[in-house]
């Protein structure tokens, strides 16, 4: 009797882990699977493939990242994509990792900004600089948000830190040179604009024609 139970509890447990292996592997094909629909603009296909890899796999963060990205760019759930940004974050501590990446932080605060939820932006921008200080867009994003609420110097700073990075972005220049221009530094505000112009940004002639005299 004795060895009967013995042979059902191995049995039971080789049975566990095949369930566990496939259910791992599932979750890998639905992943994949997803990925190419994306590719293939079918988002609807995409969406319902990664929250199956999730069903079968709750601690894959690629499939949280994927869908959460696909509910921004393409889907327009901005709520949605929190969720799942919060969950990828929290999976990534969980699982060892000494931060969460920063990435993830920024794209977090696309979706809070897109929302008006300003703070909560400002706070993951704020994080993704601590975490990785040489990403450009992240100072670009925060410095806008100083602006629209009235701290210019600190955008200032913030694009400066930006253009620093990547001296390409006309958007960094126009907004510095809207910054600038607000602090009645008319001078600046028009060489930032003239910059902007050079780099593609057409409207910023319009701000050179009614200031730059």
């Known amino acids: 009797m004795k060895n009967i139970v013995i042979l059902f509890t191995l049995l039971f447990a080789c049975q566990t882990i095949s369930l566990g292996q496939t259910a791992k592997d599932k979750a890998h094909r639905y992943f994949s699977s997803g990925a ?7 988002y609807t296909g995409a969406l319902q493939d990664y929250t199956m890899a999730i069903k079968f796999n709750a601690s894959l963060v690629d499939a949280y990242e ?15 994509a929190i969720e799942d940004f919060t969950i990828a974050i929290e999976l990534m501590l969980k699982l060892g990792y000494t931060y969460a990446d920063f990435f993830f932080y920024f794209l977090r605060g696309e979706c809070k900004e897109q929302l008006k939820d300003y703070p909560g932006a400002m706070q993951d921008y704020s994080k993704s600089i601590k975490i990785h200080q040489k990403y450009p867009f992240s100072y670009f994003r925060r410095g806008v948000l100083k602006q629209h609420f009235g701290d210019y110097r600190g955008a200032i700073q913030d694009f400066d830190n930006s253009i620093e990075l990547y001296q390409d972005n006309a958007d960094v220049y126009f907004s510095r040179g809207n910054a600038k221009n607000s602090l009645k530094d008319t001078e600046g505000a028009c060489l930032d604009w003239s910059k902007a112009g050079e780099l593609g940004y057409i409207d910023a002639y319009k701000n050179i024609q009614e200031y730059c005299k």
């Open 66 to 80: 994927f869908r959460a990205n696909l509910k921004k760019e393409y889907l327009k759930d901005y709520k949605g």
């Open 36 to 42: 190419v629909k994306e590719r293939n603009k079918d």
